[in-house]
């Protein structure tokens, strides 16, 4: 009770005890009340505000601990490798004719553009495009956004490096200035909006921002959305910028960082023999010996001491160290932080042991968050970078859409992504042909799941079985095949 209902209670105890009891029906749910028993944090501000408050501080925080601590380093890997893969998310054009059918020469010259485009897609020249998209996750979930402008036809010194004149600029999220608000411009965090909330334009620092001498507005210079790739980690609706995923785990990595620094420091001491003289009391001293300034004691296999004065014996320092609780302590922060990432702990932590069921059931849990990071890096970044890379093509005349392709169907594609490892080859093959054989699955679907398209493995098994046909060898991919014709010409 406070200090108001204690005075009414004083005069009136009935009256307090209907105030007391009307409070706890509206304070009906307890985790909204504070107690001394646990904290209780009421957010000040709307998410756009916290934003502008941490995101700076959190995003220069996971870069240093990135830097300097091996796990940090290997989570992030192990989430950029999983999510992009050895190849890049691979394009699988898919334009569709008045008939519904798909245009195999128009899709096949578009691959054929595609594929160099593939080797110079940015504006420096220095990567290729998957390890564009390896930078470009990397620098999402480390930052938690990355951002790139679309380049299309000529533009001042500027070299595509492909037939058809398109390219990315990349930039991470340093040169778009949280410090740039405008109400008058609708400008929040450097992303400039309608009133809908919808993105029009992007300000974007005009040099590095440390060299920035003038007002981050003065430096900036305005980008259509239009041409803006904007991949974000976004948790609430109406949120501009991206918070780094490491957020939530940034305090535990430190932690273990730490911890294992003192173990490691505590292991190294305790690594060095140290070795006492205790001299005992007085009485059995002998103050008549002369001790030697210069004495020592050589410690060697098997040795015995002999030569210990009257009252002297020799004692070892014993240390702990190393804790046998490390390991056990450092396997349950690590299964927090693949928890709080997304990623697998296995994978993460470099921890293999359990049996093939156990692996497989986390492998197949955990593939969800590699999925749904890949689902949002091909509808933010890769499928708007295709379609823009097709119009340019058509635009430009080095590819134009047939007069029969439907103009909605021109930049339809299927994306490949990274496809879920096997655990035992030879069970998934079995499941994958039981499959097939029942008609659940085709083998396009089980090609697209190896991460492989489907169109260039049939031409290579073409290949490799006419090739092997003229030489008259004879293996296990084309024996099928060889056999099959042996008893459809015996039929006929």
């Known amino acids: 009770m406070n200090n108001l209902d204690k005075l009414i209670g004083y005069f009136s105890p009935g009256a307090a005890v209907k105030r007391e009891g009307a409070r706890k029906v509206l304070g009906y749910y307890e985790a909204a009340e504070p107690s001394r028993m646990r904290n209780f944090y009421r957010s000040r501000g709307t998410q756009n505000e916290l934003m502008q408050r941490s995101a700076v ?3 220069t925080q996971t870069r240093h601990l990135i830097r300097n601590h091996d796990l940090a380093r290997g989570a992030l890997r192990t989430l950029v490798n999983n999510v992009v893969g050895a190849k890049g998310i691979g394009v699988e054009p898919q334009p569709r004719n008045n008939d519904g059918e798909i245009n195999d020469e128009y899709a ?3 691959s054929t553009l595609y594929r160099e485009w593939c080797r110079k897609p940015e504006v420096t020249h220095q990567l290729s495009y998957s390890r564009v998209q390896r930078a470009a996750v990397r620098a999402w979930v480390r930052d938690g956004e990355i951002f790139a402008q679309m380049i299309q036809g000529s533009a001042a010194g500027l070299d595509h490096g492909s037939t058809v004149p398109f390219s990315l600029e990349l930039f991470e999220a340093d040169l778009v ?6 109400e008058v411009d609708k400008i929040v965090q450097g992303v400039e909006r309608n009133r809908w909330g919808r993105p029009v334009a992007l300000h974007v620092i005009q040099t590095e921002p440390w060299k920035a001498s003038a007002p981050a507005r003065a430096n900036t210079t305005r980008i259509p959305w239009s041409r803006v790739l904007h991949l974000a980690s976004m948790d609430n609706i109406g949120q501009v910028r991206g918070m780094s995923e490491f957020a939530s785990v940034i305090q535990r990595l430190e932690d273990i960082k730490d911890y294992e620094e003192s173990e490691r420091v505590a292991a190294k001491i305790a690594a060095m023999l140290t070795a006492y003289v205790k001299k005992g009391s007085a009485d059995q001293f002998d103050a008549t010996a002369v001790a030697d300034a210069d004495r020592e004691i050589k410690f060697q296999p098997g040795m015995v001491i002999d030569d210990l004065q009257s009252g002297e014996e020799i004692g070892l320092i014993d240390s702990t160290r190393p804790n046998s609780n490390l390991v056990k302590f450092r396997q349950g922060q690590l ?8 990623g697998s702990y296995s994978s993460i932590s470099k921890d293999y042991n359990g049996t093939y069921s ?4 986390e492998l197949v849990e955990q593939w969800i968050n590699y999925a749904v ?3 949002d890096m091909v509808c933010d970044f890769v499928q708007p970078t295709w379609a823009k890379f097709v119009e340019t093509a058509h635009l430009s005349g080095v590819a134009r859409r047939p007069a029969e392709v439907i103009e909605d169907t021109a930049a339809d594609a299927f994306f490949v992504a990274q496809a879920m490892p096997w655990i035992d080859p030879l069970k998934e093959a079995l499941g994958s042909e039981a499959l097939v054989k029942a008609g659940f699955a085709s083998e396009i679907e089980m090609i ?3 991460g492989g398209d489907p169109r260039q493995v049939m031409e290579q098994i073409q290949k490799w079985r006419e090739e092997a046909a003229e030489r008259g060898l004879v293996f296990s991919s084309n024996e099928a095949a060889l056999q099959a014709a042996t008893i459809a010409s015996a039929t006929e």
């Open 177 to 182: 200035p949280f410090d740039l608000n405008s």
């Open 57 to 59: 501080a959190i995003r």
């Open 448 to 450: 697209r799941r190896r």
């Open 358 to 361: 156990a692996q497989r059931q």
């Open 335 to 342: 299964r927090a932080v693949a928890s709080g990432l997304g």
């Open 373 to 375: 990071l890949t689902d």
């Open 108 to 110: 096949k010259t578009l």
